[in-house]
Nanobody, 122 residues
Framework: QVQVVESGGGLVQAGDSLRLTCAIS????????GGWFRQAPGKEREFVAS????????YYTDSVKGRFTISRRNAKNTMYLQMNILKPEDTAVYYC???????????????WGQGTQVTVSS
């Protein structure tokens, strides 16, 4: 396992942008796939985006396609989630995860951060 720490959340207005950062330590991040998940109040944790080890393959849930971009810089052991045109329904705690298999299944990931709050006001 690796240690995962998210940052970059905050309170923004609808239509604004935010960039979340995920810092990974403990082992070389290039050995892991990365993912972002979110959990809104009263709802289950849901998949947002994932990225393979090289960064060449990405996958998004339909509700964020065209608005969010996942990326990574293995040399800096860092992963990002650029979020544009934010909507109130994007309000949630966002979690970064590292694992062995890319995709939407939380079971693919064995290292999770504590989460960062994103709140989008209308």
């Amino acid at each position: 396992q690796v240690q995962v720490v998210e940052s970059g959340g905050g309170l923004v207005q609808a239509g604004d942008s935010l960039r979340l950062t995920c810092a990974i330590s403990g082992r070389t991040f290039s050995s892991y796939v990365g993912g972002w998940f979110r959990q809104a109040p009263g709802k289950e944790r849901e998949f947002v985006a994932s990225i393979n080890r090289s960064g060449e393959a990405t996958y998004y849930t339909d509700s964020v396609k065209g608005r969010f971009t996942i990326s990574r810089r293995n040399a800096k052991n860092t992963m990002y989630l650029q979020m544009n045109i934010l909507k109130p329904e994007d309000t949630a705690v966002y979690y970064c995860a590292a694992g062995w298999r890319s995709g939407s299944d939380p079971g693919n990931y064995n290292s999770w951060g504590q989460g960062t709050q994103v709140t989008v006001s209308s």
